[in-house]
Nanobody, 126 residues
């Protein structure tokens, strides 16, 4: 069972990145999925999540209107499209899953997540 996050890198302010989170050894079909980030010296933050049956995603205020979460069950992969990036978006980004949680806001609290991917570093700097 593994989650592999990728797609991070160095980008200038205002730029875009798309993060991917590929699952192996299990299916994402019945899982709520979340993207979390942790900046140096700060607590982990749940920024965007989907319930296990999809529906309306949750976005933290800090990323609302700029980030979009999506999943492709056929590829067993979740994506985070990040636009209009700001220096304060600099952090290590993680994906995580938990089965059968329908409320994405609850998922983004991060409690009881069953699988975590290794992080991918996003640096927003000129």
């Amino acid at each position: 069972v593994q989650l592999q996050a990728s797609g991070g890198g160095l980008v200038q302010p205002g730029g875009s990145l798309r993060l991917s989170c590929a699952a192996s050894g299990f299916t994402l079909d019945y899982n709520a999925i979340g993207w979390f980030r942790q900046a140096p010296g700060k607590e982990r933050e749940g920024i965007s999540c989907l319930g296990y049956s999809d529906g309306s995603p949750y976005y933290a205020d800090s990323v609302k209107g700029r980030f979009t979460i999506s999943r492709d069950n056929a590829k067993n992969t979740v994506y985070l499209q990040m636009n209009s990036l700001k220096p304060e978006d600099t952090a290590v980004y993680y994906c995580a899953t938990i089965e059968y949680i329908s409320d994405p806001a609850i998922t983004c609290l991060g409690y009881g997540m069953e699988n975590w991917g290794k992080g991918t570093l996003v640096t927003v700097s000129s």
